[in-house]
């Protein structure tokens, strides 16, 4: 499901691998892409936000919660990444974290 509606495998491929190198090139509502671009900008630089970005959001139909949440999620990844990187974690040749060992 993209948007409310039902897609291919294919089409599903291919905003994967869209998203997994620039969600500028997905083919994406408006709403997912401001959501998108809030968040990228908030992980690198985060100094730089300013109500002008919530706004953004707001544009497009996402209230307080909503913003909240985006906010909240992207800045819990950032913040699981940087434990991970402090920790020497490194990812398992198929992806996966292993089990034990991490401290």
């Known amino acids: 499901m993209l948007g409310g509606k039902r897609v291919s ?4 491929d291919r905003l994967l691998a869209a998203l997994a190198g620039d969600h500028m090139t997905a083919n994406l509502p408006l709403a997912d892409r401001a959501m998108l671009d ?5 992980t690198l630089h985060p100094s730089a936000m300013t109500a002008a970005n ?5 544009k497009h139909g996402f209230d307080d919660r909503a ?3 985006i906010c909240a999620v992207t800045a819990y990844f950032a913040f699981v990444n940087r434990i991970a ?3 020497g974690v490194e990812l398992e040749e198929d992806g996966r974290f292993p089990v034990r060992g991490l401290v």
């Open 9 to 12: 495998e294919e089409e599903q």
């Open 38 to 42: 809030y968040a990228k900008k908030l």
């Open 54 to 58: 919530v706004e953004a959001l707001r």
């Open 67 to 69: 913003v909240h949440e």
């Open 85 to 87: 990187d402090g920790l």
